[in-house]
């Protein structure tokens, strides 16, 4: 895939902030679940480096699983039409999930999958996102580490265009025009 047209802007979460906040929720993750061993569910691909990192914060005996979903297209996922496209390997049913995000935007990926896991019959359901955008629900998410504005960010997993996964900071991406943007 071409590299997009524009630059890297602002660094909205530096390297450092997000190192403290990932260790402060895994030191809360740790004791909320003491005596269990949670399950994290990754939803691929952009929450691949921030549960990389989470996972090596709590002190339990976890295991993960990933998952990888995408919108039947652009224009409906607002709608919540999710769509599966790589399932999880472990039955779920009895264990304690902790679905894992990079970022809950409008919601509908994660409300679809809330539903879905929900009706595997886990022993417990919670969610750790990343980003939360300001003003979105966030009734649904035990544990939240950045409330982040409307502006299109990118790297720590979040990409534009598959690019800028691999930044540690998570900034702004300001595109040439903004046809380069996907809606
Ligand atoms: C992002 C993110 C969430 C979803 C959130 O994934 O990882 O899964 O969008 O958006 P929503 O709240 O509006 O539903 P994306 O579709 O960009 O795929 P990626 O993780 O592979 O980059």
Same mark, same amino acid.
């Given at each position: 895939? /071409?590299?997009?047209?524009?630059?890297?802007?602002?660094?909205?979460?530096?390297?450092?902030?997000?190192?403290?906040?990932?260790?402060?929720?895994?030191?809360?993750? /740790?004791?909320?679940?003491?005596?269990?061993?949670?399950?994290?569910?990754?939803?691929?691909?952009?929450?691949?480096?921030?549960?990389?990192?989470?996972?090596?914060?709590?002190?339990?005996?976890?295991?993960?699983?990933?998952?990888?979903?995408?919108?039947?297209?652009?224009?409906?996922?607002?709608?919540?039409?999710?769509?599966?496209?790589?399932?999880?390997?472990?039955?779920?049913?009895?264990?304690?999930?902790?679905?894992?995000?990079?970022?809950?935007?409008?919601?509908?990926?994660?409300?679809?999958?809330?539903?879905?896991?929900?009706?595997?019959?886990?022993?417990?359901?919670?969610?750790?996102?990343?980003?939360?955008?300001?003003?979105?629900?966030?009734?649904?998410?035990?544990?939240?580490?950045?409330?982040?504005?409307?502006?299109?960010?990118?790297?720590?997993?979040?990409?534009?265009?598959?690019?800028?996964?691999?930044?540690?900071?998570?900034?702004?991406?300001?595109?040439?025009?903004?046809?380069?943007?996907?809606?």
């Amino acid at each position: 895939m /071409t590299v997009p047209e524009g630059n890297i802007g602002r660094v909205l979460v530096g390297s450092a902030e997000l190192a403290t906040r990932v260790r402060e929720l895994g030191a809360q993750i /740790t004791e909320d679940y003491a005596g269990r061993s949670p399950l994290l569910v990754g939803v691929l691909k952009g929450a691949f480096v921030f549960m990389s990192d989470l996972a090596r914060e709590i002190r339990l005996p976890v295991e993960m699983d990933f998952m990888a979903v995408s919108s039947y297209g652009v224009s409906t996922k607002s709608s919540g039409v999710v769509r599966i496209v790589k399932d999880l390997d472990v039955d779920i049913a009895g264990r304690d999930v902790l679905l894992v995000e990079d970022i809950v935007d409008s919601g509908s990926t994660l409300r679809y999958l809330l539903r879905l896991l929900a009706e595997r019959k886990p022993a417990s359901l919670e969610v750790c996102a990343l980003l939360v955008r300001a003003g979105a629900r966030t009734d649904d998410i035990a544990y939240v580490g950045f409330s982040i504005p409307d502006d299109f960010v990118v790297g720590y997993g979040l990409d534009v265009a598959e690019h800028y996964r691999e930044l540690s900071s998570i900034s702004v991406f300001e595109p040439a025009n903004s046809a380069s943007l996907p809606p």
